[in-house]
C-alpha cells in the first residue's frame, strides 16, 4: 500500500476554499493563514492572503506590514513599491512603510527616491529613530561615512525601543566602535535587566576583549538565567577567573567540568587554582591524573607538575613522596631553587639521593661554594639518621676554604658533635661564621640542651652571659632553659641580671615577679615589679594574672578579684589562669563561681601542674 505526503500548502489550499465560503468577511482569518504559509516560507501564498485580508480591511497596520514583508521575502521591488504607494495615498503614516518603500527604491538604484521617501517619514511620523536607521544604511550605500554616523546618532537618540537599539548595537559592532557599542548594550541593560542576549553580547565583547573583569557579572548573570547555558561560554568565565587569578572561584566551577571529561588544558587550570588556594589534597588528585597522560605534557610543563606536587607533598608531610616528585625533575638548576626545603624533606623521608644529586652536579659545575654545602647537608642528615661512618666520611671531606657561610659551617658543625670531635674544634669553626647573630657559646648551649647534656649546656649559657650581658633574647633563652630544668635559683639570677640591663621590660617584670609569686618568696617586691609591668603594659592580661595571684598570696583576695577583671572581659583559654580565678573566687567566699573555674582549669587542659591542683581543691569543696 502507497503513502501519499501531501504537502501543508495543499492542505492551505483546501482551507482557501473554505475560507471564501465561511470567513469572507474576517481579515484576521487571512491573516492568520498567511503567518501560517510564512513560517512554511510559501511566500506567494501568503501574499495572497494578506492581499484579501487588506481588502476586506485596508486600515490594518499589521495586514500591511506583514504584506510588505511576504513582497520584501519574495524580492519583488516593483509591487512592494506600488503596495507601499497606495498605502501612502490613504494617508496612514507607519515607519514601516517608509523604510520598505525605500529599501526598494535602493534596491532599484534609485537612491534620491529612497531619501526622499525616509524624509518624508519623518517628517510625518512621531517616532522616527527606525527612519534614522535607514537613512544611516543608504548613507553606508553612498559611502558617506560622516553622514551615516550622524544618522545612526540620531536613530538612536532618545529611544527605548529595544530592538531598535540592539539593531544599532549590531551596527557598532560592525563598524568596530567598541565605546558605542557597550554604551549602546549597556543602555539596552538599563531598560530591561533581564534581556539576556544582551548579557551575553558583552560577555563574550569583554571576554574578546580580555577585559575579564567585565566579562565576569554579564557570564555569571547568563549562567545564573541560562543553566544550560553553551560550554563555550562557561569555559569562558572559568577562563575570566583564572586570568584574573580569582583560584577560589575557579575551584568552585568544577562541577562544570568532570575531571575525566575535561581536557588537558583545563585539568592544569584546576590542578594550578588547587595550588593556588592551598587546596593540596585536591591539587595531588588533579597532579596524579595529569600524570597518566604525562606523554601528552610539554616537557616544560611537565617539570613544573613535578614541582608542584612535590611542594604539595611537603604541605601534607607526605615527605617521600616529595622527595620523589623533586627526583623527577630533570634540571637540577629548578632543584636548587628549593634548596631551603630539599634539606628538610631529606632529613624527614631519610633520603638523602637529591643530595647526592646536587653534589654531583656542584662538582660537575665546579662550584666550590654549592660542593661544600651539599657536602656539609650529607654529613648533617648521615649524623642526624645515626650513620655516623657515612657522616664522618663526608666531613673528611668538607673544605673550610670555598664555604666560609653560617648554613654549611652550622650543618658540619652539628655532624662533627654528634659523631663525637672535640668540642674545642668545634668551637674553633663555628668562630669562623661571618655573622654571629647567635654566638658560639649560646649556639652550644643550645645544642647541648636540646641534647640533655646540661653541664656543658649551663657552661657555655653561662660564657654566652658573660659575652654578651646587653642581649635581651639571650636572657630569655637561657632563663627558660634554667626553667625546664628546675633550676630556680639559676632562673631568678638570670631574669634579675637581665633587669640590669632592661629594667623597663615588661615581660622580664612579670616573669621575675611571677616566678617570685610561686616560690612564695618577696612578695611585696614582685608585687611592686607586676605592678611597674602594668604601667608599662596596661592591656597585658598575663601580667594582670600575675599581680592578681601576687595580691591572693599577699592576702589581698578582693584586690585579687578586681585585678581579675580584665581578664575575665577577655576570656579565659588558659589552664593556669582558670585555676587561679577559682582560687580567688574561693577566698571571696564565691563557691559556685571557684567550681566552675577550677573545672574550667582541668577542662582546657593545657597545663599539667595547674590541671592537677585544680583537682585536688575541687575535691575539698565537694
Not at 568565565?237 to 566551577?253: A, G, H, T
Not at 585585678?563 to 585555676?579: F, N, R, W
Request: glycine content about 2%; hydrophobic content about 40%; charged content about 25%.
Amino acid at each position: 500500500m502507497k503513502h501519499y505526503f501531501i504537502k501543508p500548502i495543499v492542505i492551505l489550499s483546501g482551507f482557501l476554499i473554505l475560507a471564501g465560503i465561511a470567513y469572507a468577511s474576517n481579515p484576521l482569518f487571512y491573516y492568520s493563514m498567511a503567518e501560517v504559509a510564512m513560517e512554511q516560507g510559501e511566500y506567494a501564498t501568503a501574499d495572497s492572503l494578506l492581499s484579501i485580508a487588506y481588502q476586506i480591511d485596508p486600515t490594518s497596520e499589521e495586514v500591511i506590514i506583514e504584506k510588505l514583508n511576504a513582497l520584501y521575502y519574495l524580492r519583488d521591488e516593483e509591487k512592494l513599491i506600488s503596495f507601499g504607494e497606495e498605502v501612502l495615498t490613504t494617508g496612514m503614516v507607519l515607519p514601516e512603510v517608509y523604510i520598505m518603500l525605500a529599501h526598494s527604491y535602493k534596491e532599484l538604484g534609485n537612491i534620491s527616491k529612497a531619501k526622499e521617501i525616509i524624509f518624508e517619514g519623518i517628517e510625518n511620523s512621531e517616532s522616527s529613530n527606525h527612519l534614522y536607521l535607514e537613512l544611516y544604511h543608504i548613507a553606508l550605500y553612498e559611502a558617506d561615512g560622516d553622514k551615516a554616523m550622524q544618522y545612526l546618532h540620531q536613530a538612536e537618540s532618545n529611544t527605548d525601543d529595544i530592538e531598535l537599539l540592539y539593531k544599532i548595537a549590531q551596527e557598532y559592532s560592525r563598524l568596530k566602535d567598541d565605546p558605542m557599542l557597550e554604551m549602546t548594550l549597556d543602555r539596552i541593560l538599563m531598560l530591561e535587566p533581564d534581556f539576556i542576549q544582551g548579557h551575553q553580547w558583552l560577555a563574550e565583547h569583554y571576554f574578546n576583549k580580555k577585559e575579564f573583569t567585565k566579562a565576569i557579572p554579564h557570564l555569571g548573570y547568563s549562567l545564573k538565567e541560562d543553566p544550560e547555558l553553551s560550554i563555550l561560554s562557561i569555559r569562558q568565565l572559568l577562563l575570566s577567573y583564572y586570568f584574573l587569578q580569582r583560584f577560589d572561584k575557579v575551584i568552585e566551577m568544577r562541577d562544570y567540568f568532570p575531571m575525566e571529561s575535561s581536557d588537558s588544558v583545563l585539568n592544569r587550570i584546576f590542578f594550578f587554582a588547587a595550588f593556588k588556594t592551598k587546596e593540596f589534597p585536591l591539587t595531588i588528585e588533579y597532579g596524579e591524573y595529569l600524570l597518566e597522560q604525562k606523554d601528552m605534557i610539554e616537557p616544560e610543563r611537565l617539570q613544573e607538575l613535578y614541582e608542584m606536587m612535590a611542594i604539595a607533598e611537603i604541605q601534607l608531610k607526605h615527605y617521600e613522596k616529595a622527595s620523589h616528585y623533586f627526583s623527577m625533575i630533570e634540571d637540577e638548576r629548578v632543584l636548587l631553587n628549593h634548596l631551603n626545603i630539599i634539606p628538610f624533606i631529606a632529613e624527614r623521608s631519610k633520603d638523602t639521593k637529591l643530595l647526592h644529586r646536587l653534589l654531583v652536579f656542584a662538582l660537575e659545575e665546579k662550584s666550590d661554594t654549592l660542593a661544600c654545602t651539599f657536602t656539609a647537608l650529607l654529613a648533617y642528615n648521615y649524623a642526624k639518621n645515626d650513620s655516623f661512618d657515612l657522616s664522618k666520611k663526608y666531613i673528611s671531606e668538607f673544605e673550610i676554604s670555598p664555604c666560609i657561610q653560617n648554613y654549611p659551617l652550622v650543618l658540619i658543625s652539628y655532624a662533627m658533635l654528634e659523631t663525637g670531635e672535640p668540642v674545642d674544634s668545634v668551637y674553633t669553626l663555628l668562630e669562623q661564621r661571618p655573622s654571629k647573630d647567635i654566638s658560639t657559646p649560646r649556639w652550644l648551649g643550645q645544642y647541648f640542651a636540646e641534647h640533655d647534656k646540661i653541664d656543658q649546656a649551663d657552661k657555655y649559657f653561662t660564657i654566652a652571659v658573660e659575652q654578651d650581658s646587653a642581649n635581651l633574647d639571650l636572657y630569655f633563652t637561657v632563663a627558660q632553659f634554667y626553667n625546664e630544668i628546675s633550676n630556680r635559683e639559676k632562673e631568678i639570677a638570670t631574669l634579675e641580671k637581665a633587669l640590669q640591663f632592661f629594667p623597663d621590660n615588661a615581660d622580664l617584670l612579670n616573669w621575675l615577679g611571677y616566678t617570685l609569686v610561686e616560690d612564695n618568696i618577696r612578695l611585696e617586691e614582685s608585687r611592686f615589679m607586676l605592678e611597674k609591668a602594668l604601667e608599662l603594659s596596661p592591656d597585658n592580661i598575663y601580667i594582670w594574672d600575675s599581680l592578681a595571684w601576687a595580691y591572693y598570696k599577699l592576702g589581698l583576695y578582693e584586690d585579687a578579684l578586681k585585678a581579675m577583671e580584665k581578664v575575665l572581659k577577655a576570656g579565659v583559654d588558659d589552664s593556669v589562669i582558670s585555676y587561679h580565678l577559682g582560687m580567688i573566687y574561693l577566698k571571696n567566699g564565691k563557691d559556685a563561681a571557684a567550681k566552675k573555674y577550677l573545672k574550667k582549669s582541668i577542662e582546657l587542659n593545657n597545663n599539667d601542674e595547674a590541671v592537677d591542683k585544680a583537682k585536688t581543691e575541687l575535691k575539698l569543696l565537694q
